[in-house]
């Protein structure tokens, strides 16, 4: 190595020292002629003569051979001694950088380097096996890649040494053609179908000696070099050759050379490419920046638009024709929130689209205007912002990666200025901090949905208000009076309270200003181009006043930048008198809410208006609006005169007009009507009532109306819901009063909170659910505290720390389950019960925890729940009014199951397996199902074939795997030996042995004797010698609370065997009244245990008809329980419960005739040993609340039943308790979509009880024809045409387009209270009960004979082969139902549609595709999907060859002498089908629309917001494509890989059904190519151009792996040789 070194030194210094070495310009080496092609020998004294031969091509080399064979010798003999061979030749490229430019020595130096790498050329390819196998151990000597000493080269390139950059780019093209020689050997093109070219793919990847990374680098270093050449070098003319060619143009032609070596398009290497056409199309594209900048020359800038133009028509491929999804709040799959625009791998793709084709693709601002109309949790969008952006940020990244950057000068793109390479300046000022930026962004994005929203809105009200006619105050409606005007309809103004309480939280935040929105708002009056604006009248509405209005209760708004302004010039008052509208206060549909907005504002700024006096002479447009300013006084005097005389009809708010009133004045005062509403609530006066006893007392106050709530301003909605939380439900000492003007503190003889102070919480909460949002994070987080605390044993927590979890707890579950249901952090909430249910030992709060534990994980939709499932690392939401999010979860199985509960752990699975059939967990890569499964229960679950039917594969295949033997039953033989064998039992039979008392105790102490203890009572009452109560009472207060369920599984599984052992068919009327005496009598076992016992899914009732008659006579036949019913139907709950006045008297009626005993007491009467414990205050729960979310359990196992006449009864009788379900129609969608196929439903009479007892038609919107159905008018389902379906389609499409229409249905909830506040969603849901219903009837002629029927002993399915048998006889009846030919009817032919013109855009076919993926995938996604193959195979414009399209070649171009001309000389070939990939919307809008391009853009849809299960239908469509036989030309096959692109993104993590879609679109390609004429060494056509650069796109963006490729090969191998070989890179690689 050190003899090399001095060697190469003194070679380096002879170039600068000998200048006589310096050769004439113009015959040096040909190094500048437009050809490497040898000429003759020159013969020079001074370097003397040789007559070795020169190979044809080669660089003209001097006579000096010794020099130049002592280079090579001593490099190879430095490499022979054990130097790295990267490192030797290392130093000998540094050596030839150094070499004088214009030295002959520089001969000598290239012709060293090539014959060096000939030599390493011939060494690898005879060693290459020896070389992978030391690379793969690590050895550095024997494991360097030819790769690695190839890119050495490129350190040659140096702009300022013209002959040695023209010399090295030379050296590595012949360099490149000698290794392409040993790779591909020298057989020509088409003889590459025999000898060694035969070999597999596997076999040449072998002697793959330059992989494609290695060429893309050294293309990417060249080029970049001839960029910063051709941004900085003068267009001077070179004197050399007989041309007169700039330096310049040399080096680019040059280059051109090289690059058409890499793509196989030289001489002796045609066909045999290293590196595709797509890879240099990415490494020659500078990024647009500098494309669009005027810097480069016209030849480069000309290779630069063929590169850009070649990779937009592959973004047309790999992009959907419409990409605007909208994103649904708590619909949208888990990937739909990462949409594929915004995707780093289509980044580069996506920049080269047009504006029109890339503004129909994902938007930060359609995103947040999207959720902030769906009433999205504010967690959640800015979640979604924080998305976006992240993803913005990574696809840019990927752009700027891509994107050269000039390394000298300043230029401007894109509205700013690149300084240097790393460092960007806006509008010349330096960057802000990361946070400061995101900040900027945020508030920008919600300022202008928030603008764009209240302009929607105040634009709808002013098409529904008539503001011209004036008011006569002679015929006031009767919701007005003398001193208050309200509009008969004033329905809309629950969309400003929605904004204002948005606005509010948002400015309370610090995320948008009020100087902002106000300037905003300004602006949506008089634009910025003017102040006075044609129209701006018609704009004018004091809406916006009253918007501005309640941020000015915002302490800091009001004492900033208003009080700053009011002190200085006013302009903000000046432009307050601009916006507003003196008409409208004098108009029939005045509303003094709103139009004194400018008159309470004024009031309420009083004290920082200077001179008051003056104001009026600086702004006289005041004075159209004080003539009302009295109206404000004299209510603002009624309000406090009613106050001091103790006449509260104002703050009850029950008539619209003094709800009215006082909303008026809580905007004219600060905290002046919260604080009067909290003294109303809380009065200060002790007036104590009691709830159950003397135990549970409360400061009776007054009850306040939730209309006063809705319409009182923002900020005393958040003041008093403050103040209730400080006072009320903030203390582990218990409520706090004030009285005589004390300090707050707990009073003697007060221990609960007033249940109209609870009311008033819940509807504060739905009232103003952002500006709240704190509280109820606060809320949990004590929650969380709590639940961990029990965690650590023994905690014992004061009487006022129970009665507050008590509270919290009924809150949640009877008033607050919709709030929670849409909560962001919703599937996490199950943290905050864990360990308190298993350590609880308070029995009534046990039941109260128990029961919202069941009804919380019913709510759970979405994969969410799993996630939360495995996070044991959860620590809750951090208590902060900025939204936030929980970190990246590393999924792990807790140590201990999540349920003891039995009834939890079984409630649990069947939730699962509901998210499991209706959303999947395709898209959570990393959640493994069955750890889910596995962390419920301590126990593996039994399920009944019955239940198994039902559940989808992957939860079927865990409890088939996981079976566990049926647990030991209890026999009435072993109970009665027991009670006679174990003198235990004395305490028993003997009342009074105390000593016989402990030994019971001790005996059941044990967990595995509890269970007998149930049954041994049992028994005894049945020999009618029944046990002291009091015994029994103290042995069950021993058993945990938790275990209880099981237990009354035991004692109803003893006495079906007690029944089945007397031989009888039905169970025996004692027997039935001693089970109502323990449920009602003795309330030994609660009620809804009894009914889980009997459903819990154990058993297969079809065949058990002694549980299913128990069943009938629990829920509808006991004594006691029918008393109830009865007893709740004379009460007559209210579905409204919030607006209804009565509630808490019928609850307190209820609960004082049926009271309820939580620790066995109920048949006892005096002193209790042990003394019960603390009774805990009652506000909404009873048996029938917590009877509703088992029953909702049991409904399913009924249905699984298949005895529709049990079924039917149960619904009818017990409808009414679904009043009070908090998501009844949640939960008949899920019912009727996972048993959409269940014979039991099929039936008219059945599926009108359920809708009947779910549904309260006066709170939803069906269509006519359900409503008919409902009534029972009609059972028939052939309205089903194409009228209905687009209408159905239509109401989903208006909701996505953020339509604000008038009521179709009079007397709807008010829109915060409703069950899906969601606009979008509820459509969804009410269309998707609609068609379900309809399949139903549609299904009931052939389900009748699927019901089991015990007479003739079948048909029984209970087999996993009969269940799959099922699957296929559903989708074969799915196929016959016409709803999906009905839609794919109106979506490809328009015209057809009953109006035309309604809704003809994309949101049309998106509004299919949301509706297709909440219906069974069956009914209408897989139809969908399935008709991919008749459009491929049916449509004309698909079947046709596209034009031939030469190989592009580098060196022609470049030698081109027409530079004028098109730059694409097959432009006029493109194939007539481009329209079929152009933007949906500019073919409409063009009119070009053709059935190809529109079915493309629907099947995009379904895919989009699909699962995995229709991803598995569109891979078995295109293999049945691929293996049919018919595909006949290549833009059919581009059409597949058109409907593959987009979602590479998500298959690319299901490695399977990814190689097995690609392998079926390569055997495609396989089958056309015979078919196509024009495939030769020199043509191809334009569509198989763009199919081989989508392959190329898939291994460069979302690579499946090497094992993947390896598999696809022999379809590879099966291709033309051309093609295979323009894709042996994958494998290579």
Request: net charge negative; charged share 20%; proline share 5%.
């Amino acid at each position: 190595m050190e003899r090399l070194v001095e060697y190469l030194t003194g070679v380096v210094e002879s170039s600068y020292e000998d200048l006589a070495h310096l050769v004439p310009c113009g015959s040096f080496l040909g190094l500048f002629d437009e050809r490497p092609t040898k000429r003759a020998r020159r013969t020079d004294p001074r370097f003397g003569s040789s007559s070795a031969p020169h190979q044809q091509g080669l660089f003209e080399f001097d006579n000096s051979e010794e020099s130049c064979d002592t280079i090579t010798h001593l490099t190879q003999t430095a490499i022979s001694q054990g130097a790295r061979a990267v490192d030797v030749l290392r130093v000998v490229v540094d050596a030839v950088r150094s070499v004088h430019d214009a030295s002959a020595v520089l001969d000598i130096g290239f012709r060293a380097l090539f014959e060096i790498y000939q030599q390493r050329l011939q060494y690898h390819s005879a060693n290459r096996y020896r070389v992978e196998a030391a690379a793969e151990q690590g050895n550095n000597n024997g494991g360097e890649t030819f790769g690695k000493e190839y890119l050495l080269l490129t350190q040659l390139f140096e702009l300022h040494r013209p002959r040695t950059w023209v010399a090295a780019v030379r050296l590595m093209s012949m360099v490149t053609k000698s290794a392409i020689g040993i790779m591909y050997g020298s057989a020509a093109p088409d003889d590459m179908g025999s000898g060694t070219h035969a070999a597999s793919l596997s076999e040449i990847s072998g002697l793959n000696l330059l992989p494609e990374g290695v060429c893309r680098e050294s293309i990417r270093q060249v080029w970049r070099l001839l960029l910063d050449s051709a941004a900085t070098e003068p267009p001077q003319a070179s004197v050399l050759g007989a041309t007169r060619r700039t330096r310049w143009q040399i080096r680019f032609e040059a280059t051109m050379e090289l690059l058409d070596s890499y793509v196989g398009r030289t001489e002796h290497c045609v066909g045999r490419p290293l590196v595709s056409y797509y890879m240099i199309s990415r490494e020659l594209d500078p990024g647009a920046a500098v494309a669009e900048s005027g810097m480069l020359t016209g030849e480069m800038q000309r290779i630069v638009d063929l590169c850009f133009g070649r990779k937009r028509r592959l973004g047309r491929i790999l992009l959907p024709p419409d990409g605007s999804w909208p994103l649904i709040s708590h619909a949208s799959r888990a990937h739909t929130v990462k949409h594929v625009y915004d995707q780093p791998g289509y980044a580069l793709v996506r920049d080269s689209l047009t504006l029109e084709e890339t503004q129909r693709g994902a938007s930060a601002g359609r995103v947040v205007a999207d959720l902030l109309y769906q009433r999205a949790p504010i967690d959640e969008v800015f979640a979604a912002m924080r998305n976006h952006r992240t993803m913005q940020r990574k696809a840019k990244a990927a752009v700027a990666n891509d994107s050269y950057m000039p390394n000298s000068g300043e230029y401007t793109a894109n509205g700013g200025e690149y300084i240097a390479n790393d460092k960007y300046v806006a509008n010349g000022a330096e960057a802000d901090t990361d946070a400061e930026i995101e900040r900027r962004e945020s508030s920008m994005l919600l300022l202008d949905a928030m603008a764009q929203r209240i302009e929607h809105i105040v634009r709808f009200i002013q098409r529904q208000c008539d503001f011209e006619t004036l008011l006569d105050e002679r015929k006031l409606n009767a919701n007005s009076d003398a001193t208050m005007i309200v509009p008969r309809k004033f329905g809309y103004w629950e969309h400003m309270n929605e904004v204002a309480d948005q606005l509010y939280y948002f400015v309370l935040s610090d995320t948008i200003s009020y100087t902002d929105i106000h300037a905003r708002l300004y602006a949506l009056v008089f634009p910025a181009d003017s102040d006075i604006h044609p129209g701006s009248e018609a704009r004018k509405d004091n809406s916006y006043i009253w918007l501005l209005l309640q941020l000015l209760h915002i302490e800091k708004v009001a004492a900033g930048p208003v009080r700053a302004d009011l002190a200085g010039d006013e302009d903000m008052l000046e432009q307050l008198l601009q916006m507003y509208n003196e008409r409208q206060i004098v108009s029939r549909d005045a509303f003094y809410l709103r139009d004194l907005a400018l008159q309470a504002t004024m009031s309420h700024q009083q004290a920082s208006i200077r001179d008051n006096h003056g104001v009026k002479f600086r702004h006289p447009r005041m004075a159209v609006a004080m003539p009302f300013a009295p109206v404000l006084f004299q209510l603002q005097n009624e309000f406090g005169q009613q106050f001091k005389d103790e006449n509260y009809a104002l703050l009850q708010g029950r008539d619209v007009c003094a709800a009215m009133k006082t909303a008026t004045v809580s905007q004219i005062r600060q905290y002046v009507v919260p604080n009067a509403l909290y003294t109303f609530l809380v009065p200060a006066r002790e007036s104590v009532a009691q709830l159950q006893g003397t135990a549970t007392t409360y400061l009776q106050g007054g009850n306040v109306g939730f209309q006063l709530l809705d319409f009182i301003n923002v900020g005393g909605k958040h003041r008093l819901l403050q103040l209730i939380y400080k006072m009320m439900l903030a203390h582990e000492q218990g409520p706090q009063f004030q009285f005589d003007g004390r300090q707050p503190s707990a009073r003697a003889g007060i221990t609960c909170v007033s249940p109209h102070v609870v009311d008033t919480v819940y509807m504060l909460l739905y009232n103003a659910p952002y500006s709240n949002e704190l509280m109820m994070k606060e809320v949990l987080e004590k929650l969380r505290r709590s639940d961990k605390a029990m965690a650590q044993g023994g905690t014992r927590f004061s009487a006022a720390n129970l009665r507050w979890l008590y509270t919290v707890y009924q809150l949640m579950n009877c008033r607050l389950l919709r709030f929670f249901k849409y909560y962001a952090h919703a599937s996490h909430l199950v943290h905050h019960l864990r360990h308190s249910l298993v350590h609880v030992t308070h029995r009534q709060l046990y039941r109260s925890l128990e029961c919202f534990a069941l009804c919380l994980v019913n709510l759970q939709h979405d994969v969410g729940f799993l996630q939360a499932l495995m996070n044991p690392a959860y620590h809750g939401v951090p208590l902060t009014p900025h939204p936030s999010a929980l970190g990246a979860i590393r999924y792990s199985k807790p140590k201990d199951a999540w349920f003891e509960c039995a009834m939890l752990a079984r409630n649990a699975a069947v939730v699962i397996a509901r998210i499991e059939t209706m959303r999947g967990l395709g898209d959570v890569p990393g959640l493994e199902l069955d750890e889910c499964l596995d962390s419920l229960a301590p126990q593996p679950q039994l399920w009944a074939p019955a239940v198994l039917r039902y559940l989808p594969r992957a939860v079927r295949a865990y409890y088939t795997r996981r079976t566990p033997q049926p647990s030991a039953r209890v026999s009435p033989a072993s109970v009665r030996q027991l009670i006679g064998a174990r003198p235990e039992h004395a305490a028993l039979l003997r009342p009074g042995d105390a000593a016989a008392e402990s030994a019971l105790a001790a005996f059941y102490a044990a967990p595995e004797r509890q269970a007998l203890f149930l049954c041994v009572v049992w028994v005894l009452h049945e020999r009618q010698t029944p046990p002291p109560m009091a015994v029994v009472r103290r042995v069950l207060l021993t058993f945990p609370p938790l275990q209880m369920s099981s237990h009354t599984s035991a004692l109803l599984d003893f006495i079906v065997a007690c029944e089945t052992e007397r031989g009888t068919a039905e169970p025996a009327s004692a027997t039935m009244q001693l089970l109502n005496d323990f449920m009602f009598r003795f309330q030994l076992v609660h009620h809804e245990h009894v009914v889980f016992a009997l459903t819990r899914g154990e058993h297969d009732l079809r065949t058990d008809r002694m549980r299913l008659l128990l069943t009938r006579y629990v829920l509808l036949e006991s004594p006691q329980f029918s008393e109830r019913l009865d007893e709740w139907h004379r009460l007559d709950f209210q579905g409204r419960y919030w607006a209804d006045f009565e509630h808490w008297k019928k609850q307190d009626a209820y609960l004082a005739r049926f009271p309820e005993f939580f620790e066995f007491e109920a048949a006892l009467e005096g002193p209790l040993e042990p003394a019960p414990a603390l009774s805990l205050p009652v506000y909404y729960e009873n048996g029938m609340v917590r009877l509703l979310p088992v029953l909702e359990f049991a409904l399913g196992r009924m249905i699984e039943a298949e005895d529709r006449g049990l079924l039917r009864d149960v619904l009818d009788r017990m409808g009414i308790l679904y009043r009070l379900h908090q998501v009844p129609l949640t939960t008949l969608m899920n019912t009727l979509f996972v048993y959409f196929n269940a014979p039991t439903l099929h039936d008219a009479a059945v599926v009108r009880s359920l809708n009947r007892a779910l549904l309260d038609m006066s709170q939803q919107n069906f269509s006519p024809e359900f409503e008919q159905f409902m009534r029972g008018d009609t059972d028939d389902c052939t309205h089903i045409d194409a009228r209905y379906v687009s209408r159905i389609i239509e109401r989903i499409a208006r909701a996505i387009m953020r339509h604000i229409a008038p009521p179709t249905k009079q007397n709807l909830p008010e829109i915060h209270y409703r069950e899906i506040p969601n606009p979008i969603l509820l459509a969804l849901t009410e269309c998707v009960v609609e068609l379900l219903t309809w399949w139903c009837l549609h299904c009931a002629p052939s389900s009748a004979a699927r019901l089991y029927d015990s007479a003739r002993n079948g048909p029984l399915v209970a087999s996993e082969t009969e269940f799959r048998a099922e699957e296929q006889q559903r989708r074969t009846w799915a196929a016959e139902w016409p709803l999906a030919q009905l839609l794919l009817e109106l979506i490809m032919e328009p015209e057809r549609r009953p109006e035309p013109g309604a809704y003809a855009g994309a949101t049309y076919i998106h509004s299919t595709g949301l509706l297709a993926n909440v219906l069974p995938d069956e009914l209408l996604a897989f139809p969908i999907v399935q008709h991919l193959s008749r459009i491929v195979l049916d449509e004309p414009v698909l079947k046709s060859n596209s034009g031939p399209k030469r190989y592009f070649s580098f060196v022609e171009f470049a030698r081109s002498s027409q530079l004028n001309a098109d730059a694409d000389p097959d432009a006029a070939t493109r194939f007539a089908a481009t329209s079929v990939f152009n933007s949906f919307e500019q073919n409409r809008n063009h009119n070009m629309a053709n059935r190809p391009n529109t079915f493309l853009t629907l099947l995009h849809s379904v895919l989009h917001y699909g699962g995995i299960a229709t991803f598995n239908t569109l891979s078995d469509t295109i293999h049945a494509l691929a293996t049919g036989g018919e595909l006949c030309s290549d833009i059919q096959l581009l059409y597949l890989c058109a409907t593959v692109g987009p979602i590479l993104y998500r298959l690319v993590d299901h490695e399977a059904l990814y190689v097995q879609i690609l392998g079926d679109l390569l055997s495609s390609l396989v089958q056309i190519c015979p078919r196509i004429s024009h495939l030769d060494a020199e043509c191809s056509t334009d569509a198989i151009e763009q199919v081989m650069d989508f392959f190329c796109f898939v291994k460069d963006q979302f690579d499946p792996g090497r094992s993947a490729w390896r598999r696809l090969a022999p379809h590879i191998a099966a291709l033309p040789v051309l093609l295979r070989y323009q894709l042996q890179c994958m494998v290579d690689q």
